[in-house]
């Protein structure tokens, strides 16, 4: 079974940065050929994504976070991170971490993120 646990989370100001963490409790093999993504849900809206790295090292973003979030990897230590930066009161949310393997999608649990204009 795969577990996921984001950390990283919090309350900042406007402009600052965040960077939140997924530790994947797995086996090694199954993280270096999972795809791994970073989706956020709002109070009220959709769960939407905001960027994934596939197995292979390529990275696609959400139109609004473009420029401002970079999302990484690292397989030797089973974990995806989210560098935010430039931070918007319009990304407070809770993310959650998204791992794509075969037929199977794991979700974390979620980290908070808020920020205050």
């Known amino acids: 079974q795969v577990q996921l646990v984001e950390s990283g989370g919090g309350l900042v100001q406007a402009g600052e940065s965040l960077r939140l963490s997924c530790a994947c409790a797995?086996?090694?093999?199954?993280?270096?050929?999972?795809?791994m993504g970073w989706y956020r849900q709002a109070p009220g809206k959709q769960r939407e994504l905001v960027a994934d790295i596939t197995r292979d090292g390529d990275t696609n973003y959400a139109d609004s976070v473009k420029g401002r979030f970079t999302i990484s990897r690292d397989n030797a230590k089973n974990t995806v991170y989210l560098q935010m930066n430039s931070l918007k009161p319009g990304d407070t949310a809770v993310y959650f971490c998204?791992?794509?393997?075969?037929?199977?999608?794991?979700w974390g649990q979620g980290t908070q993120v808020t920020v205050a204009s």
């Open positions: 998204n791992a794509h393997f075969g037929r199977s999608d794991d």
């Open positions: 797995a086996s090694g093999i199954f993280f270096s050929f999972a795809d």
